[in-house]
């Protein structure tokens, strides 16, 4: 166990190198500054002790403890000096290696495939990448800036010990060095399990808030307050019982450390007491060692604050790898060209597709949207219909065929090329927390002020934004859930018409709109995908009896295909869908109500 982590840490340390040594001339002025501010710092005691003999003098001059005292005012103020000096300079290494190391991140969790974040929680993960942007600049620090400068101060101290007294002063010393270390590193070992628990419970309580805040309508709608009070308490007590562990551990750790300081102190001090009676040392020489003393306990002291912290900033740190180090599912081609998109005829050849081995999605799915004509998939739930639009967008590999566009195999050309030539108009359209302006000119955020207005006005959004105190400034609230699902809609329309796609998909666009908005909403969308090639996911069989063809999928497998007249010729799976759904909509509407769907 001890290895593994040794191995970790040396791994973290490894990988955070590369970043330093960017800066490596700023983190060598700082070096140097910080080896001044020590050896100011040491000099201090020296200069005490060339004052308290001066002064012990008999008669006593007058000149010398002048110039000592200069000296001893200089050397303090060097010593603070140099220390500030030395944050100036390595204060942008630190900033920019925390964020250097965060955005690697954040890149890498968008270039994950959905497969990651379909399983993730978004408040533990969003958790640990705040936690280890804190601690890879906190790292750095401690690690160059605190624990080096110690141990060479204590160099330093050992050093003028044993050449200007005894060995047994030297001896005591490391003695006291030795068993302080080997204490705290033991302790904080034995500590750390409470403060992993810690971070494991925090992270699960900031998971269950975040979860449960931004499903709040779902909550009221149940009265399950009470519930996610409960849910979130239960995290709260596994952190509150961890971290009182790891304080009461902490009080251990800390008694025992002053313990070995306090006996360390005292031997030294019974030495130096002992050689100025003997007339061997001089009083100066007694306070000197006892400044030496002094002077060492409050970095021992904190080395051992320091240890404590650092080992929990590698387990922070650690937590922000592990993210990193999770395998892109979906990646580029070695030098991968950019999409050449001609027409943009797409076609589906002999496609299989799992989750997993034993969950088949997509069985043999063969087909091909010629240039700019629309192709329509209806199926039961649970068909494979959306997964055909999450391959198209390479969100996964296909398991088993392959997937072009003009010809193009996606898997051969980049994915930034690749989506940047498809739109999408979901069902459920998520905007981002911010105003319509920005959540328009998403789909291409470059735009100018008049081509967001111009989609906007295509998407027949534009008047109603207008007709709002804020207009296009107006905040859509998280997820947009200040606007109503046809405002949502047309939002969504105006953006993908804005990137302007050659391709476009539109995933149970209207499903979830009200009768009379669909077919304002289907009406736009007929608009925007002429001259397209369009893929239509369906539910509603009534929107999609103009495309060029239409695929009738059943658990993955393509059972019919055709033409909405020539499907309902064939009386097959299309035809039962078809006459169902014209049942059903006649039913609601000799009840003089208008359907309702989920």
């Excluded at 200069?47 to 003098?57: G, S, W, Y």
């Excluded at 936690?131 to 080096?148: C, E, K, V």
């Excluded at 002063?169 to 810690?198: C, K, N, P």
């Excluded at 699960?204 to 931004?214: G, M, T």
Aim: glycine letters at 8%; proline letters at 3%; charged letters at 20%.
């Amino acid at each position: 166990m001890t290895e593994s982590r040794s191995a970790s840490t040396l791994s973290i340390l490894r990988r955070l190198w590369p970043e330093v040594w960017r800066y490596r001339l700023r983190v060598g002025v700082a070096l140097l500054f910080l080896v001044a501010a020590k050896l100011a710092n040491v000099g201090v005691p020296l200069i005490m002790q060339r004052l308290i003999d001066a002064l012990d003098l008999t008669p006593k001059p007058l000149l010398i403890p002048l110039m000592l005292l200069m000296a001893y005012g200089a050397l303090r103020l060097s010593s603070s000096m140099f220390q500030e000096l030395r944050q100036i300079v390595f204060a942008r290494v630190l900033a920019r290696t925390s964020r250097n190391i965060t955005l690697r991140v954040f890149e890498h969790l968008h270039a994950l495939s959905l497969r990651f974040h379909l399983d993730r929680r978004t408040g533990g993960v969003s958790r640990d990448v705040e936690r280890g942007m804190t601690a890879t600049s906190d790292l750095l620090d401690w690690t160059i800036y605190t624990i080096l400068p110690t141990l060479l101060e204590v160099v330093l101290v050992c050093g003028i010990l044993i050449t200007r007294f005894d060995w047994s002063f030297a001896a005591i010393t490391l003695g006291t060095l030795v068993a302080y270390i080997t204490f705290t590193f033991s302790i904080t070992e034995w500590r750390m399990r409470y403060y992993r628990a810690a971070n494991a419970a925090d992270t699960e309580a900031n998971e269950r808030a975040v979860d449960s805040l931004l499903n709040y309508e779902t909550v009221k709608y149940f009265g399950n307050e009470r519930h996610e009070f409960g849910r979130y308490d239960a995290s709260l007590v596994k952190l509150e019982d961890a971290t009182v562990k790891s304080l009461k551990t902490l009080a251990v750790l800390n008694v025992g450390q002053a313990g070995i300081v306090a006996i360390g102190l005292t031997l030294l001090l019974w030495r130096a007491a002992s050689g100025v009676v003997a007339g061997t040392m001089t009083l100066g020489d007694f306070v000197l060692v006892n400044a030496f003393l002094i002077q060492l306990s409050i970095p021992l002291n904190y080395l051992g604050m320091v240890y404590r912290e650092v080992k929990q900033a590698l387990t922070n740190i650690e937590r922000m790898f592990v993210l990193l180090a999770e395998v892109r599912e979906v990646e580029d081609a070695p030098g991968a060209p950019a999409l050449v998109v001609g027409g943009g005829e797409v076609r589906f050849e002999h496609v299989d597709f799992h989750y997993s081995p034993d969950r088949p999605i997509l069985a043999d799915v063969d087909f091909r949207i010629p240039a700019g004509k629309t192709l329509a998939v209806v199926g039961t739930t649970g068909a494979g219909k959306s997964t055909l639009a999450r391959l198209l967008f390479r969100f996964y590999d296909a398991s088993r065929g392959r997937i072009t566009i003009d010809g193009q195999d996606i898997r051969s050309v980049s994915q930034q090329s690749l989506r940047a030539a498809i739109g999408i108009v979901p069902q459920d359209t998520v905007l981002f927390n911010d105003s319509i302006y920005y959540n328009i000119a998403y789909g291409r955020p470059d735009a100018t002020r008049e081509e967001v207005i111009a989609a906007a006005k295509a998407a027949h959004i534009h008047a109603f934004i207008e007709s709002l105190p804020q207009g296009y400034d107006t905040g859509v609230g998280e997820r947009g859930l200040k606007l109503s699902g046809g405002e949502k809609q047309r939002v969504a329309i105006a953006r993908t018409l804005l990137k302007n796609p050659a391709i476009l998909v539109f995933d149970e666009a209207t499903s979830a709109l009200d009768t009379r908005t669909e077919k304002i909403i289907q009406g736009e969308l007929d608009g925007i995908a002429r001259g397209r090639t369009t893929l239509v996911i369906a539910h509603r069989l009534s929107t999609i009896v103009d495309a060029d063809q239409i695929l009738v999928l059943e658990q993955g497998r393509v059972v019919e295909r055709g033409s909405h007249d020539e499907l309902l010729a064939q009386g097959g799976r299309y035809a039962q869908l078809w006459t169902m759904q014209q049942r059903e909509r006649n039913r609601v509407v000799e009840a003089g109500a208008e359907p309702v769907q989920a």
